[in-house]
């Protein structure tokens, strides 16, 4: 199974503006990795920030992104699964784009990068005829990303609470989180906190739909609905 | 004309009654949080105490790794730090003093620009 577009797509987020390194990995599998400095560096790098990870594993805590400023450059961290891109960013990147853009990136090739192993791969022998394939990254490969990184964070907190108060009125708050993430799942939305306003506002309605009783789940909505207002969305 | 001087709504006031019309009290941020290290011992300020445990743990287990790859990387010192996992968003920044950190935990997620911006405040 080739990665090859893969590595297309993280080289081109090398591209945007302030990026001054990428790497990206899965476990102890480097996929990719253009860092402005040693490979023995990068690779230690690696190593702590699998430590980390593991360790907001080991609580179950979901990541989703880690941002680090220090005092010459940024690290940024956006997982996926136990995918990891990671940037080394300038004072001149947009961070949010390239959180963005790095969460599309990894959602769009999410069943590839499934099947990769997570154990170190043994250096590719050379093909026989002696010619080596070369994974070329394009403008237009970043300009795919970038258009649809638009959307970068919105307002699901806000409304999964509005959500949870309005099912309160009619279940308790187990069974109302419980109902909200399994309408998550069933819509296979994996970050609800990347969906466009008029998305967010779909799956807090799609919630309240599932309420049986009929004349309850008109009243909810419409309390819901005024809530939404409440909030600007 | 003095500069508008802008200071915490809880901080002790010179005398009682005139207030200075160059002085605006401010409502503190009730979400922050503020986790100072004096002689050895750590006191913690701000938000809820459920809030502010999970506060300090975070500085803790970020700081820890921040040091490991601040060495690896050359650098001094982590300045900021946003950890964002599926129920919400933490936000640290360094205080001017090593050992001191102010932020907040909020379960609603905004861009780095918008938590930058809040925790420079």
Not at chain 1, 188 to 197: C, E, G, H, Q
């Amino acid at each position: 199974m080739s990665l090859n577009s893969v590595i297309t797509s993280a080289a081109s987020l090398q591209r945007l503006d302030g990026v001054a390194g990428v790497m990206l990995f899965k476990g102890r599998n480097t996929i990719h990795r253009q860092m402005p400095f040693s490979d023995t560096r990068a690779e230690n790098l690696r190593e702590i920030i699998i430590q980390m990870l593991d360790g907001y594993r080991q609580v179950r805590r979901k990541m989703h992104q880690v941002f680090l400023e220090f005092d010459g450059g940024s690290l940024l961290i956006v997982t996926q699964d136990e995918v990891v891109m990671l940037f080394f960013l300038t004072s001149r990147a947009d961070s949010d784009l390239a959180a963005s853009a790095a969460s599309v990136m990894l959602n769009d090739h999410a069943a590839l990068l499934h099947g990769a192993p997570t154990e170190q791969q043994p250096a590719s022998r050379p093909p026989a005829d002696g010619i080596e394939e070369l994974v070329v990254t394009s403008p237009r490969a970043l300009s795919q990303l970038t258009d649809k990184a638009e959307t970068t964070v919105n307002q699901w907190g806000a409304v999964r609470q509005c959500v949870e108060g309005v099912l309160g009125k009619v279940m308790g708050r187990a069974q109302a989180a419980n109902l909200i993430q399994r309408t998550i799942t069933e819509a296979k939305i994996s970050d609800p906190y990347r969906l466009t306003a008029t998305a967010v506002r779909k799956l807090a309605a799609s919630v309240i739909e599932q309420v049986p009783n009929t004349s309850k789940r008109r009243q909810l909505l419409g309390e819901l609905e005024a809530a939404l207002e409440h909030l600007d969305l | 004309m003095e500069p508008t001087r802008i200071i915490p709504i809880s901080s002790a006031r010179n005398t009682a009654g005139a207030q200075p019309s160059n002085i605006v009290r401010m409502e503190p941020d009730p979400g922050l949080i503020k986790m100072e290290s004096f002689q050895g011992r750590e006191t913690l300020s701000g938000g809820d105490t459920e809030s502010a445990q999970r506060f300090a743990g975070e500085v803790k287990y970020v700081g820890y790794f921040a040091d490991k790859l601040a060495e690896t990387l050359g650098m001094r010192r982590l300045e900021i730090a946003i950890v964002e996992d599926r129920d919400g968003q933490t936000a640290i920044s360094t205080g001017e003093k090593a050992g001191n950190w102010h932020g907040m935990i909020s379960s609603n997620r905004r861009s780095i620009k918008q938590v930058r911006e809040s925790l420079a405040r």
